[in-house]
């Protein structure tokens, strides 16, 4: 009998996306890319300042105080050479199937290195202590750093830190294997999901990042949200004041008026009948102001 082929399909294999796939989603990628640079490109230029916190200063005082003392900078460069050092031999250890204690571990409570993988797979391993050896020589170097005056040491600090944060392995897709994994089962569409989002994030601010954190249609004043009846008394253009509906026969001689935190809406009191310390308030006969 002559021999059936099957035809064939770009269906994926083991989760992996076929080419046609593949194509379609890096297309995708490019356009949802090619709409954020056009978003923050637009809103450059008006009126923004280069560096408006001065970050460029203070990190050129450092590297003048670091040349001047080229013992300290020698030093520093022979600790991190010695961590690398250890780190190849143990990782070469590991391949050949030894057992070998980590050179450094994440602090506890890390939540960017949770998943197994960084632990079970030797090559996400490495990328794991490579990170954590280079972030944490980084930021005693920098702390280390003499002559500085309080403030300016202070903010090369925190900026040093923000950076080193932001080269976490765990924030790209080819170093994180649970984004990895995730790209591979979706064929790339949570990438694209997660362009989609940054463009609604960047038309939401003009231009600038206004992340959203939650579902902003979930809640509704007055129906699912902030449902004690009461109305607005008072207005002006900084605030209102709200006076809510007594539930009691008989109230009590002198109301009560609470100034919620400028961080928080009024309805933080007011969350549902169940946890309202609003209508709990009015049930104790309170005039209640807020």
Avoid: C
């Avoid at 040349?67 to 010695?82: C, D, I, Q, T, Y």
């Avoid at 199937?97 to 998943?115: A, I, L, N, S, T």
Wanted: zero cysteines; proline letters at 6%.
């Amino acid at each position: 009998m002559p021999r059936q082929e099957s035809p064939k399909s770009d269906a994926p294999k083991n989760g992996i996306p076929g080419p046609a796939e593949l194509t379609e989603t890096v297309a995708k990628i490019a356009e949802k890319s090619q709409q954020i640079v056009t978003r923050f490109l637009k809103h450059q230029g008006q009126g923004l300042h280069a560096d408006p916190f001065n970050i460029g200063s203070a990190f050129l005082e450092m590297t003048a105080h670091m040349m001047g003392n080229p013992e300290m900078v020698f030093k520093a460069h022979a600790s991190l050479w010695r961590g690398y050092m250890e780190l190849w031999q143990n990782t070469a250890r590991v391949m050949s199937g030894e057992e070998v204690p980590p050179v450094v571990e994440p602090e506890p409570g890390d939540r960017r290195f949770r998943h197994q993988e960084w632990e079970e797979n030797s090559v996400f391993d490495f990328i794991k202590q490579s990170y954590l050896l280079t972030s944490r020589w980084l930021a005693a170097t920098v702390r280390e750093v003499e002559g500085m005056d309080e403030k300016t040491a202070q903010k090369v600090d925190f900026y040093t830190r923000h950076f080193i944060d932001a080269l976490s392995p765990s924030n790209f897709v080819l170093s994180n294997p649970e984004v990895l994994r995730t790209t591979i089962e979706t064929k790339g569409e949570n990438l694209v999901q997660g362009l989609d989002n940054m463009i609604a994030d960047l038309d939401r601010g003009d231009g600038r990042l206004a992340i959203t954190m939650t579902d902003r249609d979930a809640f509704k004043i007055g129906e699912n949200i902030a449902v004690t009846p009461g109305k607005v008394v008072f207005q002006n253009e900084l605030m209102q004041l709200i006076q809510y509906a007594p539930t009691t026969q008989k109230v009590r001689r002198r109301p009560l008026l609470i100034v919620t935190p400028w961080i928080n809406k009024y309805y933080i009191l007011d969350l549902s009948p169940k946890n309202s310390f609003v209508q709990w308030a009015l049930d104790q006969g309170h005039t209640l102001f807020i």
